[in-house]
């Protein structure tokens, strides 16, 4: 249902069953699928993707032109998955000709006046809370949650299942299935109920921990606990990842907590 105070754009592909609500602006080379709500006052510009079942609050735009100086007017995309949330204000830019694309997962939830830059990749069922600010190039694994007003540096990547602190100012890769706080932000334990909550076992979680302890509270730099993981610890696709992530960071990884001898978890 499309009300008449809204401008589509007639190249537009709107699938039958979206409402777009009034003062609402859709630009040509925008698809929009089923049962998505537009709610009023959105703006959706060309190179928009979005998915089925969406919601988009009022003030947010999607597809603007990314706020880089080396853009050129090349052709880029932002896609969103489907079943995402997209509160108010929230800004989600184009990419540019470095990745030509901006992509935001299916079930996530982008609370009000979140900034997405520019080539950004944000995998499935993942929070930004409110004020989260994401700088160009920033990858964010599924199920990660990032808390209210933090800033991510560009080209920063955090692991899935991650979960950063409020406030924080993220300069630093985040591995997957940590809890991440503090300033400068540093490892803060493992994600353990959260990991719970998505059916991780109690000895997969104790696996992990164990894998931390090594890698973050053993005194070792991270080239030779990787090596005593590798060494120590059976195959998983958990172990994996993670030796996999931190060998790969190319801005590299937070630091292990510890305060008078004593780590985290």
Known sequence: MNQPLAYIHPEAKIAQNVVVEPFTTIDKDVEIGEGTWIGPNVTIMSGARIGKNCKIFPGAVIAAMPQDLKFAGEKTTVTIGDNTVIRECVTVN?????????????????????????????GNNCVLANGVQLAGHVEIGDHAIIGGTSAVHQFVKVGPHAMISGGSLVRKDVPPFVKAGR????????????????????????????LYRLLFLSGLNNNDALDKIELELLPSPERDEVVNFVRNSGRGVIKGYSRNGNGAD
């Open 183 to 210: 300033e400068p932000l540093t490892y803060s334990g493992i994600n353990s109920i959260g990991l719970r909550r998505r059916g991780f076992s109690d000895q997969k979680i104790s696996e992990i921990q164990q």
């Open 94 to 122: 184009r990419g540019t000709v470095d990745r030509l694309k901006t992509v935001v997962g299916s079930n996530c939830l982008l609370m009000a006046y979140v900034h997405v830059a520019h080539d950004c990749i944000i």
